[in-house]
């Protein structure tokens, strides 16, 4: 009889954090593409939740909605969910002890980034409080703990003691993420220039992406921009010679919008050196535009060849660059990185754990 893989899908109803909802989505269309002969792939979902994706085969629906589920696993109760190979796309899990040589029972978790020890004031104080709670659990009762860059294992080998039980498996862009034939009027809906540069970041690194639009004679249009946020970038940018007309700061989009904006973008620039998955810098190489980056463990890792890595300091020269005689160099070798990652790779990765496990 061959093996079932369980997958926890807790973001499919109650959305905390969008692109490892989506993540956990792809990877789990990725895990049904490549299961090996005989193996299945069922769902672990929170009450309330149906599951839609072709090819899930049984679903374990638990008696708790998402936000007493998170609560209750991280106390250590995990009531009805059985065991079996259990594989979370996230850190939520039913992290408790468990016999993986007798009764062949796995629990595996996945970290994105490390925001809660290394920048926990972008946090809720709930927020990092559960993050680390379950990483407790998670070194206690976790057979893997999945992390998408060597930088991230190396950082997190040195937070706790996980041994050989830590596993780097990349991310990709959203399935299927490409420029919609209608990004011209979705840029036009959210009122952006005709021609701009994106930055990504933190309130505190995203002045010198402000100096390279500055450099650049471009507008700057801010992604992911956290709610309320909005005049204190603004004050940002024209601290750093944007004037507030010329910064467009815009919050969490959807997928056909970001690939919109990012079409259109002359480039990309990553301000935050933080240690995790580049959601949109992966985005932006996937749609092949130039792309600069702070040089960081993690981009180091993730984008590599694939946009120019800087010191922070050079930033605002990287992005006049990019913008000017650079850019054609950088659209390519943007395109030809993107390759390199994909949910049916990260899929097989999954499925190999669990077998080396």
Known sequence: MGARLRVVLDQLVHVVDPDQAAAAVDLTHGLVVTAPSGCSVDAIVPSGTDVSIRGVEDVRTLSLARRELAASWQLGFAP???????????????????????????????????????????????TVAWQRAMLRRAVK??????????????????????????????????????????????????????????????KATLAEGFRGAVAADREAVVLDAAEGTDPHLAEIA?????????????????????????????????TDPLLAWPWRAVEAMTVGIPLVAVDSGSHHDVIADGGRLVAETDLAQAVADAVGSAGDRLRVLA?????????ASSAERVWALHADL
Do not use: C, M
Not at 101 to 122: E, F, G, R, S
Not at 245 to 267: F, N, Q, Y
């Open 80 to 126: 009805g969910v059985g065991g079996g190979l259990i594989h979370s796309p996230t850190l939520l899990a039913p992290l408790v002890r468990h016999d993986r040589v007798h009764d062949n029972d796995q629990t595996t978790v996945t970290v994105w980034d490390l925001a809660a020890w290394d920048a926990p004031d972008t946090l809720s104080k709930a």
């Open 238 to 270: 024209s601290a750093a010679g944007l004037p507030e007309r010329r910064a467009h700061i815009r919050g969490a989009l959807s997928a056909d919008d970001r690939a919109a904006v990012l079409a259109g973008a002359e480039t990309f620039v990553a």
């Open 141 to 202: 009762h976790a057979d893997a703990v999945v992390v998408p860059s060597h930088a991230i294992a190396e950082r997190l080998a040195e937070l706790v003691k996980l041994g050989d039980r830590i596993r780097v498996i990349a991310g990709a862009a959203p399935r299927g993420f490409a420029v919609p034939s209608d990004s011209a009027e979705r840029r036009a809906a959210l009122s952006l220039p005709e021609r701009y540069v994106v930055l990504t970041g933190s």
């Open 335 to 343: 395109a030809d990185r993107s390759r390199a990652f994909s949910w």
